[in-house]
């Protein structure tokens, strides 16, 4: 069992920055890769930005591509998301995800462990 805990989440306005933490308990962390997703209301959860085991390899989504980095810690068990930049379209509930194999890492349906979420709200 992993347990995840995301947090920083809060309002901020177009052009701010916000970074999320997302702190793992329970088995090696450093044996999964990590991934941020988002889920805005009426929408399916989508992905942000990926890490691989070490941290060397990062994947991100189109639209977040040069505004937000992801990168993790393995000696502290915390993985991070740095938002910069925010738009108003990044409004949403943030959770991080644990993926324990070696499936596709953009796809939620691989990740093995979820956190319970942390709002982001960007105000124009």
């Known amino acids: 069992q992993v347990q995840l805990v995301e947090s920083g989440g809060g309002l901020v306005q177009v052009g701010g920055s916000l970074r999320l933490s997302c702190a793992a308990s329970?088995?090696?962390?450093?044996?999964?890769?990590m991934g941020w997703f988002r889920q805005a209301p009426g929408k399916e959860r989508e992905f942000v930005a990926g890490?691989?085991?070490?941290?060397?390899?990062?994947y991100y989504a189109d639209s977040v591509k040069g505004r937000f980095t992801i990168s993790r810690d393995n000696a502290k068990n915390t993985a991070y998301l740095q938002m910069n930049t925010l738009k108003p379209e990044d409004t949403a509930v943030y959770y991080c995800?644990?993926?324990?194999?070696?499936?596709?890492?953009?796809?939620?349906?691989?990740?093995?462990?979820w956190g319970q979420g942390t709002q982001v709200t960007v105000s124009s």
């Open positions: 995800g644990a993926n324990g194999g070696l499936g596709y890492l953009k796809s939620p349906n691989e990740y093995d462990y």
């Open positions: 329970g088995r090696a962390f450093g044996n999964y890769r």
């Open positions: 890490v691989d085991w070490s941290g060397r390899n990062t």
